[in-house]
């Protein structure tokens, strides 16, 4: 007859198999009763031992597991898991590169300033990988206050070292999801252009697409959005990135402007 495999508390739990333990013992046959009467005061006695080992054993276990929680490396039921894609947090504010010469500076990268309508340039730190940017914009929509709801924008910046960041060839689809999270509700896009590029002989890459959304108090229900990824030196990776709501062709028109006035400083 096969018994049953014998429990150690101090085994390893292995996700699917339980505590591990040694192997079973096999009896062939059993030993024969004792004669009546006999005590076997050493009998007993090994009794006892293996009876207080085994509840010693099972106290520990429980203090260090705890009633009702899972085993170790087992998340709980319902618990949350990561999700598959992680984008940046917003980074804490450092200094932005000064803006001279008619040149709006972000990182390595620049672009020639945009003149009224547009906004003079300013700090923006919302937009994910980016840890120094300006950016310039125009109202496109306001609230019954008059305060503005939704822009065109033109933005420069340098993104984040240390995350892992390829190429622009690479990278590109990447920063773009993560951008498009900033917008707070469900995105459809439609690529019109993605193709390398080269801005001050460095490696970079162009994407236009065509955004259509659904915002709660909202009137846009599209945008046109331009992004250019420059390595501007080995160890640095700059962006430019334009987002310009349906129905204004000369906000498009400036931003197309910015973005073939690009150089590496």
Not at 124 to 152: C, D, H, L, M
């Amino acid at each position: 007859m096969s018994g049953q495999p014998a429990w150690d508390p101090s085994s390893p739990y292995v996700p699917g198999r339980g505590f591990s333990g040694p192997a079973p013992v096999t009896q062939t046959q059993p030993p024969p009763p004792p004669p009546q009467g006999d005590r076997n005061p050493a009998g007993w006695v090994t009794l006892a031992i293996i009876t207080i080992i085994v509840v010693v054993g099972l106290v520990v276990w429980l203090v260090v597991r705890g009633p009702g929680t899972s085993p170790p490396d087992r998340p709980a039921a319902g618990a949350a898991q990561p999700s598959a894609k992680t984008c940046p947090t917003y980074p804490t504010p450092s200094p932005v590169p000064s803006i001279s010469a008619g040149r709006v500076t972000g990182g390595l990268l620049s672009y020639p300033r945009l003149p009224a309508p547009w906004s003079a340039p300013q700090v923006i730190f919302r937009t994910p990988y980016t840890i120094s940017s300006n950016w310039q914009w125009i109202a496109t929509e306001k609230s019954p206050s008059g305060e503005p709801i939704w822009v065109s924008g033109v933005e420069i910046g340098e993104l984040t070292s240390g995350d892992g960041l390829p190429m622009p060839a690479d990278a590109h689809e990447l920063v773009l999801d993560c951008i498009l999270g900033t917008y707070e509700t469900a995105v459809a896009r439609t690529y019109v252009a993605s193709r390398a590029m080269q801005v001050s002989n460095r490696p970079a890459w162009f994407v236009e697409a065509h955004l259509t959304f659904d915002k709660p108090g909202i009137k846009a229900k599209g945008e046109t959005v331009l992004l250019v990824l420059v390595r501007t030196d080995p160890d640095s990776t700059s962006m430019f990135f334009a987002s310009i709501p349906d129905g204004n062709p000369t906000h498009l028109a400036d931003a197309r402007t910015a973005m073939a006035g690009l150089q590496v400083t």
